[in-house]
């Protein structure tokens, strides 16, 4: 737990009666590699703060093809986020591309605190925030940059990860095709 609170106090200060009512949502959840924090058509209903592994968010096109919109690095916030807020059926399935150690909350518990804990509501906006300029930076990207500048990018973002999940994954990420990220990675090899 002293790593979910130390990356929430990171973003927001928390006082301590509401980091403890906070702390009373979360049990701790293993998610084997390949399975699913939450799937597509399905109601979502828990939050999760990653604390170990590697989860995608992805969703199909209309002929099955899978596009990688995000990619979630221990330590972060991961839920289906839209779903979340709009009661809506998710759109976007995360799976662990690694074993996950999460530790999980249902996100109606986080909402009854935001009304007794201003400093909670205010992390919850906090987190929204981010997650809304990473989306917009990243759709940014896709439109403005070419392939190379964009794997420079989540190079610089997530260092280690091409060393962690297949290829595929990452090309879909930024995306291209399997073969252009072989022939980008072996221009920047030794980079």
Do not use: W
């Amino acid at each position: 737990m002293s790593e979910f609170l130390y990356y929430i106090n990171k973003i927001a200060t928390i006082k301590e009666d509401a980091l403890e009512e906070l702390q009373k949502c979360f049990k701790t959840m293993q998610l084997p590699k390949d399975a699913f924090f939450v799937q597509e058509g399905e109601y979502a209903q828990q939050i999760g703060f990653l604390k170990k592994g590697i989860v995608r968010a992805y969703f199909l096109n209309q002929e099955g093809k899978e596009y990688n919109k995000q990619f979630f690095v221990a330590p972060s916030i991961i839920g289906a986020y839209t779903s979340l807020l709009t009661k809506q059926p998710n759109k976007i399935a995360q799976q662990a591309l690694t074993d996950c150690e999460i530790l999980v909350a249902d996100f109606s518990d986080i909402e009854k605190l935001y009304d007794r804990f201003h400093d909670l509501e205010r992390l919850g906006r906090k987190i929204a925030e981010f997650y809304f300029l990473e989306k917009e930076q990243k759709e940014i990207e896709m439109a403005l940059l070419d392939a190379d500048k964009r794997y420079l990018i989540m190079r610089e973002k997530f260092p280690s990860i091409e060393l962690i999940i297949p290829q595929y994954h990452i090309a879909s990420y930024l995306g291209i095709s399997p073969t252009q990220l072989s022939r980008i990675r072996r221009k920047f090899k030794d980079s």
